[in-house]
């Protein structure tokens, strides 16, 4: 399994509606971080869906390393 690539070593701060699903990039390719582009074809990476319980913000992942899914859970500071 190859390493993702490494958007940035902070998270992204997204204002999620609740009800609405967003689909986080895994890969770290795609050029509309932190959401899927299409840009993991023909890697081992997909997106990652996140339905959003309530209306709020939402820290997703830029390392792409977090043992939470799609939400940090701190992983970039040990990067």
């Not at 390719?29 to 932190?34: F, I, L």
Request: proline fraction near 5%; charged fraction near 20%; include cysteine.
């Amino acid at each position: 399994m190859s390493n993702p690539t490494i958007t940035q070593k902070a998270p992204f701060a997204v204002e999620v509606e609740a009800g609405k699903s967003y689909w986080w990039c895994s890969c770290g390719r795609s050029k509309g971080q932190p959401f899927c582009d299409g840009s993991h074809q023909g890697t081992e990476f997909g997106p990652v869906e996140y339905k959003a319980e309530k209306d709020g913000t939402v820290y997703f992942c830029g390392c792409k390393h977090s043992g939470n899914g799609s939400l940090c859970d701190g992983s970039h500071q040990r990067l």
